[in-house]
Structures are given as structure tokens and as C-alpha cells.
């Protein structure tokens, strides 16, 4: 069965840092992108960054670029995300989430969430 | 891209079809899913590439569209639907989800 556990989560002040880990469990962890989501209380989901199975590739939103540094470590299974210059606006519950893939008629479709964690809980204030 | 669901929030009686729109502000063919998420927890997946049923979704559920315009429809709503819908596309990045339906019982 899939696990998916978050850790790393707190309270941090404005302009501090914070790393959240994700450890996986379940599947073949190397084989598969894998997504940071986060989500402000009482509001929607926000897809953060991901990265690509190798760590050859990472994508974020805008608002956290420069900030924020996804890396894994497929040895251990291990996803996190670095988040340095943090803002009152990043204070979320933050979730890993596996990309799968689906194929149908030709065309892959990446980046389903098929499988989420928990969720840890990051409060930037002062 | 941006996506617009609507309505944001909704009331409905159990056994009730419920239909939720999403719409991408440029096309995206068919890279649409949708999730479910209950207070407190993690979001589902439901469906993707717009209609496909993910593993162990009850066959209530149902998603429709391509383009700009999708729409995902629960035929008879049960107790345990109740919850905040949210569609996402995966065409390009940044990804993004909409900004959610909420499903409340009438």
C-alpha cells in the first residue's frame, strides 16, 4: 500500500527557514515524479513544485521560486522541500503528492495526484 | 491557465444529481482532473483525463469535457459526497487547481 508521511512542519517566523520531508513508502519511489501541494486555511489547493524522478527537473509556482528548493533522495525514498524567505502568505498545510501517469490513444497525462500524505502544518508568524 | 469552477458552493439532498462545472481560461484538451477532499484530510483523486473513473471511484461519479468547458456530474448524491470538489489541470506549468465547489446538504 502507498504511504505518503510528511514531517518538518511548525511555527517560523517571517524571514525564517524551515525544511518539510515526505518519506514514501509503498511503490518505487524513484520511478515517479513527485509534487509538493499546499493549501492557506480555509482556502484552495496550490500546487507548489515538483520534481522529475532523477531529480533532473524542477518546476515551481512563481510566488516561491528563488525561495523554495524541492530535492529527493531515492535511496531513502525521501522528498523535501527547503523554504528559506518565508511569508506570512506561505503559511499553509503543505502535502507530497506521487504524479502518476496515464497514457490513452497516444498521449501520456502526467502529473495525476493519485497518492497524498498527510499533510504537515507550517505557520509563518511573528 | 486559470480555471473557474462553478458554483463555489451548492446544497443538495441525498439522492440528487449534482453537476460542477470547471472552465480553463485557454484550451487544454483533455489534461482535467478532478478530486474530492473531506474537512481535515487529503484531497482524492476522482477522475482524469477529464472522464476516466480512477480505481474504486463509485461509477456515480462521472467527468465530461474537453477544450475550455468540463464538467464533473454525481448522479445520486450519497451521505459520504459531501465535500469540496476541486479541478486541476496538468497542461502546463505552473499547474493549478480551480478554486473549489462545495457540496453541502439541503
Known amino acids: 500500500e502507498v504511504h505518503l508521511v510528511e514531517s518538518g512542519g511548525g511555527l517560523v517566523q517571517p524571514g525564517g527557514s524551515l525544511r518539510l520531508s515526505c518519506v514514501a513508502s509503498g511503490f518505487t519511489f524513484r520511478n515517479f515524479w513527485m509534487s509538493w501541494v499546499r493549501q492557506a486555511p480555509g482556502k484552495g489547493l496550490e500546487w507548489v513544485a515538483n520534481?522529475?524522478?532523477?531529480?533532473?527537473?524542477?518546476y515551481y509556482v512563481d510566488s516561491v521560486k528563488g525561495r523554495f528548493t524541492i530535492s529527493r533522495d531515492n535511496a531513502r525514498n525521501l522528498l523535501y522541500l527547503q523554504m528559506n524567505s518565508l511569508r506570512a502568505e506561505d503559511t499553509a498545510v503543505y502535502y507530497c503528492?506521487?504524479?502518476?501517469?496515464?497514457?490513452?490513444?497516444?498521449?501520456?497525462?502526467?502529473?495525476?495526484?493519485?497518492?497524498w500524505g498527510q499533510g504537515t502544518l507550517v505557520t509563518v508568524s511573528s | 491557465i486559470q480555471l473557474t469552477q462553478s458554483p463555489s458552493s451548492l446544497s443538495a439532498s441525498v439522492g440528487d444529481r449534482v453537476t460542477i462545472t470547471c472552465r480553463a481560461s485557454?484550451?487544454?484538451?483533455?489534461?482535467l482532473a478532478w478530486y474530492q477532499q473531506k474537512p481535515g484530510k487529503a484531497p482524492k483523486l476522482l477522475i482524469y483525463i477529464a472522464s476516466t473513473l480512477q480505481s474504486g471511484v463509485p461509477s456515480r461519479f462521472s467527468g465530461s469535457g474537453s477544450g475550455t468547458d468540463f464538467t464533473l456530474t454525481i448522479s445520486s448524491l450519497q451521505p459520504e459526497d459531501f465535500a469540496t470538489y476541486y479541478c486541476q489541470q496538468l497542461h502546463s506549468y505552473p499547474l493549478t487547481f480551480g478554486g473549489g465547489t462545495k457540496v453541502e446538504i439541503k
Open positions: 520534481i522529475k524522478q532523477d531529480g533532473s527537473e524542477k
Open positions: 503528492a506521487r504524479g502518476e501517469v496515464f497514457c490513452s490513444g497516444g498521449i501520456c497525462y502526467y502529473d495525476i495526484f493519485d497518492h
Open positions: 485557454q484550451g487544454i484538451s483533455s489534461y
